[in-house]
């Protein structure tokens, strides 16, 4: 079954703003994690998330977890046109499962 | 460093054609390895995955299936191609220590199915 769910789907933006995307999803969990997939390749992980800790940065990500509302938000700051792309979360579905459920991911369109 | 190889990069074959997408990785000993399916505008999801040689996990009954014949090597196959197969697959591998569930992609096949 599908444990993420991100919204928005899409999501455009002009560049120098920041964009915010969210991610629920329904089981407990040990990590959280997000990907990012420029059109037509592979993802990339970008930031993962214990379920002990509630923000994290990187660099002009930041991602926060609410393991109370099963839910966590990815923010990009001060947003780049080479930003554009598709985000997923990530959770390891069980708890400490080899295996990652991947949300439906939100399109992100930054504007030059 | 570690890599990751998938081939081809896009692929169109006939209904009723047998399939074989490999995926290699180098740098790394005993991966956990993973197939996906990703159809258009949508997540991805898990055919296969492996943790050792001969222990595949087959997630969705489907026409597909995965050998692993070397610890780093994964293929994914196929008898007879239907419509239905057509998509972008991506092969990740993760490890098995204590980073075990971050996975690292391919830059996946796009298979048309004609």
């Known amino acids: 079954s599908q444990q993420g769910e991100e919204d928005p789907q899409a999501l455009s933006i002009q560049e120098g703003e920041n964009a915010t995307m969210n991610c629920s999803y329904k089981?407990?969990?040990?990590?959280l994690q997000w990907y990012r997939q420029n059109s037509g390749r592979g993802l990339v992980h970008l930031i993962l998330?214990?379920?002990?800790?509630r923000e994290k940065h990187s660099g002009r990500l930041r991602v926060t977890l609410d393991t109370s509302k099963k839910s966590s938000s990815l923010l990009i700051t001060a947003s780049r046109a080479a930003d554009t792309a598709s985000y997923f979360c990530?959770?390891?579905?069980?708890?400490?499962?080899?295996?990652?459920?991947f949300g439906k991911g939100t399109k992100l369109t930054v504007n030059p | 460093s570690q890599t990751i190889h998938q081939w081809p990069a896009t692929l169109v074959q006939p209904v009723g054609s047998p399939l074989s997408l490999e995926c290699t990785v180098e740098?790394?000993?005993?991966?956990?390895l993973y197939w996906y399916r990703q159809a258009a505008g949508r997540g991805l999801q898990l055919l296969f995955y492996?943790?050792?040689?001969?222990?595949i996990s087959s997630e969705v009954p489907q026409n597909l299936s995965a050998s692993r014949p070397q610890d780093r090597q994964f293929i994914l196959s196929s008898k007879k191609l239907l419509l239905s197969d057509s998509g972008f697959y991506l092969c990740?591998?993760?490890?098995?220590?204590?980073?075990?569930?971050?996975?690292?992609f391919g830059a996946g096949t796009r298979l048309s199915v004609l």
């Open positions: 990530a959770t390891d579905g069980d708890g400490g499962s080899e295996k990652l459920v």
């Open positions: 998330i214990r379920s002990n800790e």
């Open positions: 492996s943790i050792g040689i001969d222990q």
């Open positions: 990740a591998w993760s490890t098995t220590g204590i980073a075990k569930n971050i996975q690292y």
């Open positions: 089981t407990s969990i040990n990590n």
């Open positions: 740098g790394t000993s005993n991966p956990n």
